[in-house]
């Protein structure tokens, strides 16, 4: 199928600004899912609040924009109700980092089978530029005008330690290859968690003295470089990009399966407690 | 035939019911006077093959039932005070996509933590204004075992039925006295299903353009009609709209949809309400002690009467004015400050003739409490 199969073309023009990274994300996760083959009637796409959740109006699949932060938990509802579907969450920093936190790393520690993806552009665009948890030590912000004094979360490392069983990362400008990190994310059976560094020209741009959508397209391709690369070993400022982990451990709704097996060999009566 | 005869407590009864009813999900945290309709059901659900889980919170829990009923699944949380705050956002977000489900709302004293654990009716308005913005919701309540089984079915059915959260707000002494339940057979008790679309696959389903009837069926997740549900203002297609004519038809569609139906969604109890002079007006475990001062004076001849409210939300109004017509005084038995106490005043013709007896030390309501007011109405002094 074609792109445009994949979307609600009667509710365009979408509403990301000009630049924006969103698109170009929606863009590889429709292509990936087109490489995968999975029937649109099997996915559903549950998002929170913010830029990065407008995406499920734009998308034709089964598609829950919720409240801020909680995208996860509404997932947790349907994966374990429904488990044979293809369950996606698309976040955005402040969805997954700050008030949805918690969800985030509990999903994680279960590793039910959902595929977070974090349009991560470090700052909150949908209330006009505030500071994220994403937003680096320095950075400016509409609340930080004097620069921000907040270390961020390095969320590579948050979902490892929380348990995830797949995490990677990638950025708008490698979207190809964000296309093949995305297909196995979604193909993982567990918890999975990508994180999509994506440009905010409108608001973190203009206060952080990026120009034009272009000059942070081409920050991410100079300042990132594959995990492990000599790159990195002679500037170790540099982002790692790829899939950091990538293990089998038990999924919640296959485990739940065997707790229903267990409790099959129990008997309650009609109305017994 | 020989009836199925159970000794157990009302968040038991909550559990039988809910199962009766279809439950197939329910999502949890733990917190007292609520915990054991959690424990009772991460027992039995799976055993007929459906889910629990213990979420991280109390909103998280919200959060999850919501997606659970949108796969289709009949899907119940339950809390207290605490939770029911955490809880009011999702609520919301319940109310404005129109996805059916039950919350259970066992109270205990409050504000904040208040007082774990003693009986009080403290969160009757937060039921009704909890969540924000401008909308309607059903409330139901019981005062006896063999209640709360009925008005936990009552919820889900009105949910399926209304494509609306309800909330079943129990108290303390219901939920943890053990008394008689008596197991209705299966049919005895109608169970309402969920209203699915007709509409055909490779039609379009307009999953918010009500029928002339107001009903919405409903397609589930993973089901052949995708389609957009979101907290926003939304137009038939689930798609977000700030057109102020959609805006305007979805508000008042939220409101008429319960409001409009109120005396359907209404259960009330009535006991000697025919001839009294004074005219008791109680719900949940009040109603308890409200229907012992009405026997007991009775005996001795006194004309008392107990109006017992089983849905507080939306307001009964026309039936309390009605009920209230006759009586020379209303006394309205609850544990809070007079929470429905206000609304029957709202309600009668003579708001001057209705009093209030109330408990909110955070003990049982007596008998003795009625009657300290009963006697200053009746002018045998205080």
Redesign the interface.
Known sequence: MAVKDYIREKFFPHIWCPGCGHGTIMGSMIRAIENLGIKKNNIVVVSGIGCSSRICGYLDFHTLHTIHGRALAFATGVKLTRPELTVIVPMGDGDAFAIGGNHLIHAARRNIDITAIIMNNNIYGMTGGQYSPSTGYGDFATTAPYGNIEQSFDLVKLAQGAGASFVARTTTYHATSMIKILEKAITHKGFSVVDVLSQCPTYFGRKNKFASPVDMLKYYKTNTTPIGSEAKEKNPDLIERGIFVQEERPEYCLEYDKIIEKASQRKVTNGKV | MKK?I?F?QGN?AV??AA??ADL??F?GYPITPSTEIAE?LA??L??K?G?F?Q???E???M???????????K?MTATSGPGFSLKQ??IG?AVMTETPCVIVNVQRGGPSTGLPTSGSQGDVMQARWGTHGEHAIIALTASNNQDVFAMTVEAFNLSETFRTPVILLLDEVVAHTRERLI?PK?GEINVVERLKTSVPEGTDYHPYLPREDGRLPMSD????H???????MHDMWG??SVNPKVVYGLTHHLVDKIQGHTQEITRTKEFFIDDADCLLVSYGSSARTALHVVENRRARGERLGLLELQTLWPFPSDIVRKSCASANSVLVVEMNMGQIFQEVKKAVDDPGKVFLANQIDGSFITPADVLNILRIIQGKGS
Not at chain 2, 64 to 72: H, K
Not at chain 2, 221 to 224: L, P
Not at chain 2, 226 to 232: D, E
Request: charged share 20%.
């Open positions: 199925d159970h157990v038991d559990v039988m199962m009766y197939d999900f999502a009772l027992y039995r799976p055993i093959g889910k889980i979420m991280e919170d909103l998280s829990s959060c999850a039932i919501i997606g659970a009923s949108l796969t289709g699944k899907a956002e999702a977000f197991m299966p997740f993973g089901g052949v995708r389609y957009n549900v979101t907290g926003l798609f977000p």
